[in-house]
């Protein structure tokens, strides 16, 4: 099984800061990778899918990039409504999610 | 506009069945895969079982297989997972979600969820 490591497990940003989420895989794969945010009490949402598309509807501050074993989710520029928990989830081999990152605000 | 609607959840003993069932709209449920997916509490994601757009192909992971069973009624556009032999770590919040491409791939619509409890 390909195992999802999520980086930082906590972060603490403020309103406008540039946010980078990591994600790294056990072992190397293409872009077979997705994004999803969760804020409490609901259901996780798309964001990106195949590293680096945006779903429909996702704002334009959100991006990914990676291949390989490296991945990474960029908030350019935090919105109090971007809090939550991110989760990377590879789907080259199986479905596997990382542990998530959750987001705050300073 | 898509929605999953997840019902049947709830609290159950040791080593008994439980059926959840999803009800889709808003898209020709017949031309996708489905998919379950759950959350044990304060914990991250599991994929728990996919199923092909016929019904005649399913997928699961170690964790579950031989005691789930996930299947479909394309005539109701419902899904449905059939939980046996229960265990306290199947406790979790199951999504109905869809794959739109197929057995590996990401999900783009999930459901609210429905709580399972596996507890004596």
């Known amino acids: 099984d390909i195992h999802m490591t999520q980086s930082p497990s906590l972060l603490s940003a403020s309103v406008g800061d540039r946010v980078t989420l990591n994600c790294k895989a056990s072992?190397?794969?293409?872009?077979?990778l997705a994004w999803y945010q969760q804020k409490l009490g609901e259901a996780p949402k798309l964001l990106i899918y195949?590293?680096?598309n945006l779903q429909t509807g996702i704002p334009t501050r959100f991006s990914g990039s990676g291949s390989a074993t490296d991945f990474t989710l960029i908030i350019s520029s935090l919105q109090p409504e971007d809090v939550a928990t991110y989760f990377c989830q590879q789907y080259y081999s199986g479905n596997t999610f990382g542990a998530g990152t959750k987001l705050e605000l300073k | 506009e898509v929605q999953l609607v997840e019902s049947g959840g709830g609290l159950v003993q040791p080593g008994r069945s439980l059926k959840l069932s999803c009800a889709a709209s808003g898209f020709t449920f017949s031309n996708y895969y489905m998919a379950w997916v759950r959350q044990a509490p304060k914990k991250g994601l599991e994929w728990v079982a996919t199923i092909s757009t016929s019904g005649s192909r399913t997928y699961y992971p170690d964790t579950v297989k031989g005691r789930f069973t996930i299947s479909r009624d394309n005539a109701k556009s419902t899904l449905y997972l059939q939980m046996n032999s229960l265990k306290s770590e199947d406790t979790a919040t199951y999504y109905c979600v869809r794959p739109p491409f197929g057995v590996q791939g990401f999900f783009d619509f999930w459901g609210q969820g429905v709580m399972v409890t596996v507890s004596s």
């Open positions: 195949k590293a680096n």
């Open positions: 072992q190397n794969f293409d872009e077979n």
